[in-house]
């Protein structure tokens, strides 16, 4: 079947439909704002803009990692500072209970002043946030001391935990940013006796000492509590250390956040002043063709032909 329109309609009806396709290109780029939102779009384009997608989503990984792991810092931080306090308060008490006007029974009572002290270094131990116990490792659902006046160390060690999870940084380093009370309160020797270091043993060594009134006690417990103050300020250097690691990491990939989302947005974010201009081009050639066309007359051979009678 041989077609009936000539080849001047058929080129006026192609021109037509290419302006009306980039108009729908363009009003579609303005109300979304992308130049790509669907393969069809850019198929060249759709493997790298998928790698973006996932370098962005692998990134907000990292920064959340991070930002939990700069909330707990500060947290352990925060114990640990306190924690130290504590020790010198009970340096003070030892260095008090020294004096030649203390008595038996004024020691008692400073006892009892350590014996509070270490209810506040258990409950340090025992810090935490979000329902979870910062210092209890791979165990952060329970707390691993509790206090036990009787026992040689002033504590119960209920468990023994290990902190062995790892913060995910930039450039795919993997790093620690948590200790367990076992190791910041209470390190052992290779026996498992309380070290020189062991804040607890420290403070129960005077609470005890102080309740005996037993003088040499006392002055061994000011070495004992120095030890240990000097032990915890080093278990705070390292979580201020691991506090810069994190938010060097965090600098990072918030900036590198920036640099993944721009090339995204350059490879798939519309031009709105070239698209509104395309619009506005299109709009005006479509009216001028159709005009244009209107004015072309419509006669055939048969409007020329005289009529017969």
């Known amino acids: 079947m041989l077609s009936t329109i000539s080849p001047a309609a058929q080129q006026f009806v192609n021109s037509i439909n290419n302006v009306q396709t980039q108009m729908a290109v363009a009003e579609q780029q303005i109300s979304t704002g992308l130049k790509v939102s669907q393969p069809s779009d850019a198929p060249d384009q759709i493997s790298p803009i998928l790698q973006l997608h996932s370098a962005i989503q692998q990134n907000?990984?990292?920064q959340?990692?991070?930002n939990s792991a700069t909330t707990t810092l500060q947290a352990s931080d925060t114990a640990l500072s306190s924690a130290i306090n504590l020790l010198q308060s009970a340096s003070v008490i030892a260095s008090q209970a020294t004096g030649t006007s203390q008595t038996a029974d004024t020691r008692t009572i400073l006892a009892q002043n350590v014996q509070t002290i270490?209810?506040?270094m258990v409950a340090a131990s025992s810090t935490t946030m979000g329902g979870n116990y910062i210092f209890s490792g791979d165990q952060p659902g329970t707390p691993l001391y509790q206090l036990d006046l009787a026992a040689p160390t002033g504590v119960d060690?209920?468990?023994v935990s290990n902190a062995t999870?790892?913060?995910?940084?930039t450039g795919g380093a993997?790093?620690?940013t948590s200790l367990s009370s076992n190791v910041i309160f209470d390190p052992r020797n290779a026996d498992d006796t309380p070290s020189s270091n062991n804040t607890f043993a420290a403070l129960n060594g005077l609470r005890v000492a102080l309740?005996?009134?037993d003088t040499a006690g006392i002055t061994n417990s000011v070495a004992a509590l120095n030890s240990a103050s000097t032990y915890?300020?080093?278990?705070?250097?390292f979580y201020g250390q691991a506090e810069d690691r994190v938010s060097s990491d965090l600098n990072q990939a918030q900036s590198a956040s920036v640099q993944l989302q721009t090339q995204l947005s350059s490879m798939t974010d519309a031009d709105m002043t070239q698209a509104m201009t395309a619009l506005t081009q299109g709009t005006t050639q479509l009216q001028a063709a159709l005009s244009a066309r209107a004015r072309i007359p419509n006669t055939s051979l048969f409007d020329v032909l005289p009529l017969t009678t």
């Open 60 to 62: 907000q990984d990292i």
């Open 64 to 66: 959340n990692g991070l």
């Open 118 to 120: 270490m209810e506040q």
């Open 157 to 159: 060690r209920l468990q």
């Open 165 to 169: 999870s790892l913060v995910q940084g």
């Open 174 to 176: 993997q790093y620690s």
């Open 211 to 213: 309740l005996a009134n």
């Open 232 to 237: 915890m300020n080093s278990q705070l250097a």
